[in-house]
């Protein structure tokens, strides 16, 4: 009894630690954000997001989102599953890499004007994309393995070396919004490059992974489409509010947007504990069926109570304390009521979707996300000409909607399997 007390005790800190590890590094970034501010105008600001728009395809596509894969096989094939998957990644990525960089220099001119970003920010765009996925696997390793030293040390030391590297370029070198591109490049050159060393100097490089690259493609292929709805919504509306509006009102409803980003922020900082304990309960042999199904339902209810809570404190934070702290972006809080729904929905979804990871359902979520996505896209381009308020009410009515349909297949999935 006391040893299953100990254990049950430890994964309830452990728990504790990384979702406080991911708070800080996600919580670095939005001090960041709000210090950047005072120093980049809204109209910068709209550069700089549509950069970030960019990283985020580039993203979907680099690795083709196989870099995950890691922690469906980690807790059934350990060492050699990762090892597999790594090279498997690897490769992948190296291939894509180099496709990037032949299109990029085929449309040297035409893709920089499309994107109205430079060749020089691209090429950044494209090799930070690239070192992204490999610094994720190294943090998501450390995860699974529940090293919590290392994985604090790790994400909270690279977010906090952005934080200093990106304050220095923009307000000391005057660098604008490139010095925090170019910050962003000097920290994942670092982070990717010692997790691509970590990796084949453990002996995590291997010739043996035919077997991994048919399956893993189809799980990550779905993904995609998955992954690309934040593009999708936020990207497309960046575009779309552009050329309806303005680059200013990009950056003031950016700002907005990621205000409710900060509500998410929460519901993935628990994620990243929650997610491996649920893998944890539906993947043990020896656990009941009743046991794991009541153990997943209290769950399931105490994370939507706190997440309602933690959305309405943050909510009431930064309406009162914005005009007082950045009155050059106090105009963005018009936008912020409707979108804080959104914040809270992609919570609720958080609540729901690992069950479908775990089952390895990643087609029904990429039906479920892309249709929701497509539906907004259409209403953006429809209605965000007239007003940007029926934009922002988008995003909650559409993430509503995939946070009701994954629930309904995530209970499903556990009638089926937790008879």
């Not at 998410?264 to 043990?284: A, W």
């Not at 979108?339 to 990871?357: A, D, Q």
């Not at 909607?401 to 556990?414: D, H, P």
């Amino acid at each position: 009894m006391f040893k299953i007390k100990k254990i049950h005790n430890k994964t309830l800190l452990n728990g504790a630690l990384f979702s406080m590890f991911s708070f800080v590094n996600r919580g670095i970034s939005f001090v960041l954000l709000l210090i950047l501010a005072s120093y980049i105008t809204p109209h910068e600001y709209g550069f700089l997001n549509l950069y970030s728009t960019v990283g985020m395809v580039l993203g979907y596509f680099m690795a083709m989102s196989t870099q995950g894969y890691s922690s469906i096989v980690y807790f059934q094939e350990g060492k050699v599953g990762v090892a597999k998957t790594f090279s498997t990644t690897l490769t992948i990525s190296v291939f894509m890499l180099l496709l990037f960089f032949l299109a990029l220099c085929v449309g040297h001119v035409a893709i920089p004007h499309a994107l109205n970003l430079n060749y020089n920010i691209l090429l950044i765009a494209i090799l930070v994309s690239f070192f992204n996925i490999f610094g994720y696997f190294l943090l998501d390793y450390y995860r699974l393995k529940e090293n919590v030293r290392l994985y604090g040390i790790l994400s909270c030391g690279s977010a906090l070396l952005n934080f200093f590297v990106s304050i220095y370029l923009v307000k000391y070198m005057k660098l604008s919004w490139a010095g925090r591109v170019y910050a962003e490049l000097f920290c994942t050159l670092l982070l990717g490059g010692f997790g691509i060393v970590y990796f084949i100097k453990n002996g995590f490089l291997t010739k043996d992974f035919k077997d991994y690259v048919r399956p893993m493609l189809a799980w990550g292929i779905p993904l995609i489409p998955h992954l690309a709805t934040t593009f999708i919504r936020q990207g497309c509306d960046r575009y779309i509010i552009n050329a309806s509006h303005s680059i200013a009102d990009v950056g003031l409803f950016s700002f907005a947007l990621n205000l409710a980003n900060l509500i998410s922020m929460i519901g993935f900082g628990f994620n990243q504990s929650n997610s491996v304990d649920i893998y944890k309960t539906l993947g043990d042999k020896d656990m009941t069926n009743d046991i794991k199904l009541n153990k997943v339902n209290r769950q399931k209810k105490i994370f939507l109570l706190f997440y309602f809570v933690a959305a309405l404190i943050i909510f009431l934070f930064c309406y009162f304390l914005l005009p007082i702290v950045l009155p050059r972006y106090a105009s963005s809080l018009k936008y912020f009521p409707l979108l804080v729904f959104y914040g809270l929905f992609i919570c609720y979804y958080l609540v729901y979707t690992n069950f479908l990871f775990f089952y390895k359902k990643t087609k029904n979520l990429m039906y479920i996300t892309f249709l929701s996505s497509v539906i907004h896209l259409i209403f953006s381009l429809l209605f965000t000409k007239y007003s940007l308020y029926i934009t922002a009410s988008l995003y909650g009515v559409t993430q509503l909607l995939v946070v009701l349909a994954v629930r309904w297949q995530a209970n499903k999935l556990l009638k089926i399997n937790l008879k």
